[in-house]
């Protein structure tokens, strides 16, 4: 069965909030992106909620957007879960319209590697709280942002976390849990 995959990238108090903004590309070394490439081509389709579709389109979608890994970003197959999204031209997503868990789960069940979402939004949280999350990939940066929409999860959600690994680059922490069942 494949695994849902959530990477969040977060300031050291919890801001998760639109990482470009953030600066975040100032802290990542070339190890760093080497292992989010190892993530990107370890899953065969990412996951997507509308905003955080939109702005990944707007970042890539145009081809001026070059870390190491944009081209593994343009060519995944993208599922979108959106009641509202009309038309998605970046990537050739399928749009999903009806129940989240359901079809993700159905996702889970058929064959092939890995499945991920990148960043924390309401997709990441309503599948966790239906526990289709099964990992969670926490990347720390070094600074602190003071406002910004946190890493947090809402009631319900309740969730306990094993962790798997640690890795240390040069300036950020990544932080790899799985979530027991």
Known sequence: MRKVIEYVLASA??????????????????AYLRDGLGLLEACDALLFGRRTYEDFANLYGGGTHKPMWADRLNEIPKYVFSSTLEKADWGDPTII???????????????????????HSLLGETLLREQLIDVIDL???????????????????????????????????????????
């Open 13 to 30: 108090d919890g801001v998760t909030e639109d990482p470009v903004a953030m600066g975040v590309g100032n802290y990542q070394d070339a």
């Open 97 to 119: 319209r009806g129940d989240v868990a359901a079809e993700v789960a159905r996702l889970k069940q058929q064959d092939g590697r890995n499945l991920l979402i990148l960043g």
């Open 139 to 181: 990347a720390i940066y070094p600074f602190l942002m003071g406002k910004g929409r946190q890493f947090y999860f809402r009631a319900g959600q309740h969730a306990t976390l094993r962790l798997a690994a640690v890795k240390a680059f040069s300036k950020v922490v990544k932080l790899t849990y799985e979530v027991e069942r």
